[in-house]
């Protein structure tokens, strides 16, 4: 989430009172990552269960059961601390509420669009998807209802559920609860790539999956993208971004707070400050070195800051939103005076949070009901986050009766003949000639199409 040289040539001037000291993009294509991911898959694909039970040996010390049984998820909870259960339980309710008012959203149709022609269009869920939970450095406890949960009010059948092994009992129990809620078919204790190859390949006693879904680190997201068009995946996400555009009206506390909890990710997750107020943003800067003295994260938070923050005064709000547009960041915070003009005018985010009182670990935790699957690395260009409508496929129908024919054989035989494409053109005449070329066939054909023919 850098700004190239390129990139700035085509932005107003910028005074930069910050700027990343790494030059690139973070970890997602590392060569040795590219490499290593390769290798793994190669390797799985070939060799099967043997491979990926190596795999979780050496990279995760697990050599236990690969699947947590029915009775053990359902009890998962009872491990946790009562206040921790409930928040889950709120996270997966208002999660799921928000997926289902977007599944209602998504409406089958059929329109007439000439006589006697009908087009159509079904909303249809993929049949097995894959989702990947994460629970490395930190177990991300909502992933679940991101992934799992928005795939089963999409109405997919079967949902598959990985989450890296953890303690003597295969996986964390927040996680595994969160998956038991969300209603994942089966749940494999199984992290990384070997988790992701052995959804795609068939490797778990099931079909392959149709579709991975999940974030996770950049081995993660690399094994994501290598074995796209073998299955379906959301998209690229990770490293964790998010950035922040703000005016005198900021608190400069506040949003040092909000920068640190994107930060804290991991050490290569950018941070950025957009401001039209050179005092913020000093006082900004300032103020994350006072946070991070005390913060328990900051051997994370603190390179990630280092490495990859940036601070960046603008002129005004329209130079505030193109400079955001080029960012196209992960999570992006508005704490202005004039927020909705924000609301109106910006493009390019994975979501947003509007006002001072909004702040990205309200929806991170699943309490604020979006989904938190989002895209990273620029790609919010062209992409969105994960949705109930990622799950569904658009299929779309014709249904031409006989009277219909007028409206389309004789313009499909002409196109045709113009492309050179015979065969084409001949399925058009075959209903002609099956129908008689009778005058009053051609009585629903434009005057000027008539005279052409």
């Not at 998807?129 to 991300?140: C, E, M, T």
């Not at 994501?224 to 971004?241: M, N, Y």
């Not at 328990?296 to 960046?312: K, L, M, Q």
């Amino acid at each position: 989430m850098q700004i190239t040289h390129d990139e700035a040539q085509a932005l107003p001037p910028l005074q930069w009172l910050k700027k990343p000291a790494v030059d690139g993009p973070p970890a997602q294509r590392a060569p040795k990552v590219v490499e290593r991911v390769s290798q793994m898959l190669k390797e799985i694909e070939h060799k099967g269960m043997d491979a990926v039970r190596a795999y979780a040996q050496e990279l995760d010390g697990w050599s236990g059961e690969l699947e947590i049984g029915a009775a053990e998820l359902k009890k998962s909870g009872d491990a946790l601390p009562p206040d921790v259960r409930t928040a889950l339980e709120m996270g997966y309710e208002r999660t799921h509420r928000f997926a289902a008012a977007q599944r209602e959203h998504l409406t089958d149709f059929e329109i007439e669009v000439a006589p006697g022609v009908a087009g159509g269009q079904r909303y249809v869920p993929v049949s097995r998807v894959g989702a990947y939970l994460p629970a490395g450095r930190f177990p991300l406890l909502a992933s679940a209802f991101m992934t799992v949960n928005v795939a089963k009010t999409a109405g997919v059948p079967t949902v598959l559920a990985c989450t890296p092994p953890s303690g003597e009992h295969g996986a964390h129990p927040a996680v595994l609860y969160g998956a038991y809620l969300s209603r994942a078919d089966r749940v494999f204790a199984l992290g990384g790539v070997q988790a992701l190859g052995a959804m795609a390949f068939g490797l778990l006693g099931e079909a392959p999956v149709d579709m991975l879904v999940g974030a996770g680190n950049a081995f993660v997201t690399e094994a994501k993208r290598q074995l796209f068009g073998q299955v379906g995946i959301d998209l690229l996400a990770g490293p964790s971004e998010v950035a922040v555009i703000a005016d005198d009206s900021a608190d400069p506390v506040w949003v040092a707070a909000d920068l640190l909890g994107q930060a804290e990710h991991g050490p290569n997750s950018p941070a950025a400050l957009i401001t039209t107020s050179e005092k913020l943003g000093r006082a900004v800067v300032t103020e994350i070195e006072r946070q991070l003295a005390s913060l328990s994260t900051r051997d994370i938070a603190g390179p990630a800051w280092r490495d990859f923050g940036s601070v960046i005064v603008v002129g005004d709000r329209a130079d505030a939103v193109a400079v955001a547009d080029v960012l196209g960041p992960e999570h992006l915070e508005i704490q202005t005076e004039d927020d909705d003009y924000y609301l109106t005018n910006l493009t390019c985010y994975g979501s947003l949070f509007i006002g001072r009182w909004s702040t990205v670990a309200y929806s991170d935790k699943g309490i604020a009901g979006t989904n938190h699957v989002l895209p990273t690395g620029k790609t919010a260009r062209y992409n969105a986050g994960l949705s109930v409508s990622r799950f569904l496929k658009p299929l779309t129908y014709q249904r031409a009766a006989k009277e219909g024919t007028a409206a389309l054989a004789p313009a499909v035989e002409r196109i045709s003949a113009f492309e050179g494409l015979a065969a084409h053109g001949a399925t058009a005449t075959l209903r002609i000639d099956e129908i008689g070329r009778t005058a009053g066939m051609f009585d629903a054909v434009p005057a000027a199409l008539r005279d052409q023919l």
